[in-house]
């Protein structure tokens, strides 16, 4: 596990796979890569959405005793037929929120790069 960043790559900040579930839709997944702007994970086999479609997410932080959830809203930036997955960019996450995200990211990078 590392975080990413590739000059080539359409992303704004460095990635992990540092594990983080994402529920939408009554689907629960494991993000694929994840960053403080957004996430890609596997498509629901359901899903109906669509490039643009703004969507209601809850991601799953794992801490040791304890179940950290997160609701936000992202928009849906590009899905890829190929690899079945799908990619959000946040649009919305409380400030509580997103210093709990922050701080989980900030704790996996630092353990990624030491």
Request: glycine fraction near 4%.
């Amino acid at each position: 596990m590392s975080a990413q960043s590739n000059p080539k790559d359409r992303r704004r900040s460095p990635r992990t796979r540092a594990p983080l579930f994402v529920m939408q839709d009554n689907y629960r997944a494991l993000a694929k890569d994840w960053s403080l702007v957004g996430l890609k994970t596997s498509r629901p086999p359901y899903a109906m959405t669509q490039v643009g479609d703004v969507v209601c997410l809850t991601l799953y932080l794992p801490r040791p005793n304890l179940q950290v959830s997160i609701k936000c809203t992202a928009r849906v930036v590009r899905i890829d037929q190929a690899t079945n997955s799908i990619a959000y960019q946040y649009v919305s996450v409380g400030p509580m929120e997103y210093e709990l995200l922050e701080g989980y990211f900030n704790e996996v990078v630092r353990t990624e790069v030491s």
